[in-house]
């Protein structure tokens, strides 16, 4: 896979701003359905506030568009927690079709559970169980990197990052809070996508960015789509010395 493309943001309000124009842009390219990949975490709750309101939310061609998450807390869709839940209340909730959103199911009796039922909704979204690299599975896979140089509920040292097979996989504790089982798409599943963009802002980021600058072979620098990866970064979060 490429290596990722680096986009420099003056702060956090315009890297929201920016990555709002790449989530018009993809959508722009695909005159079908178009299939986006959310996360979760703090990182991207500017961008879903961005695309709930003017002018975004009347440019989006909600009928055309469907919402996926790259992982979940295992915990009901009623807790604050849940992922998908802060993304629908954030931006989806009535600009959205209800079939159009697609949670990770945390009604199972476990994770694991919770993980084969998304893979097979996943799999009949896209009309097959193998991924051909000739027709990605999202337009958009959003990501965050978490301090440990995490992505999705993909950890360092966790076997969920080795997995090569299965699309979607459960992760039976996390190494950052919140300290809940999590549900995680796997590094293939993810991959297999047009654009994969990293939103990583603030001074909290500084440290686990120099890592990943540094080439620290960490789930977040693994996580690259067979397309375009693009890390879009605010000036707090530059290592020292390439600030400028
Ligand atoms: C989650 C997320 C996630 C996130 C990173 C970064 O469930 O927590 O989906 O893995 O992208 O943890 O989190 P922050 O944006 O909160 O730093």
């Known amino acids: 896979a490429e290596q990722p493309k680096l986009i420099v943001a003056a702060d956090a309000e315009a890297l929201a701003q920016a990555a709002a124009e790449r989530v018009m842009a993809r959508i722009a390219a695909n005159a079908g359905r178009i299939a986006i990949c959310l996360t979760g975490g703090s990182s991207p709750k500017k961008l879903y506030q961005l695309l709930g309101g003017a002018p ?22 009623s807790d604050p927690l849940n992922n998908m839940a802060v993304a629908r209340a954030t931006f989806l909730d009535g600009n959205a079709p209800a079939g159009h959103i697609h949670p990770i199911p945390t009604t199972a009796d476990n994770p694991d559970r919770s993980a084969e039922a998304y893979a097979l909704e996943l799999q009949a979204f896209y009309g097959s169980e193998s991924l051909d690299p000739a027709r990605p599975l999202f337009d958009l896979v959003l990501m ?3 301090p440990d140089g995490h992505t999705a509920s993909l950890f360092p040292g966790f076997p969920a990052i080795e997995e090569t097979e299965r699309w979607v996989v459960g992760v039976p504790k996390a190494n950052v809070a919140p300290f809940v089982p999590r549900v995680s798409l796997t590094l293939p599943a993810l991959a297999s996508c047009r654009e994969m963009l990293f939103e990583i802002a603030g001074h909290d980021k500084q440290a686990i960015l120099t890592r990943l600058f540094n080439g620290e072979t960490l789930p977040a ?6 397309g375009e990866t693009v890390w879009l970064v605010d000036r707090a979060a530059l290592p020292e010395g390439i600030r400028g």
């Open 56 to 77: 975004w939310r009347g440019k989006i061609p909600w009928d055309r568009v469907h919402w996926f998450i790259g992982d979940e807390r295992f915990v009901p869709d």
């Open 144 to 146: 965050g990197a978490g």
């Open 221 to 226: 620098l693994r996580a690259r789509s067979n």
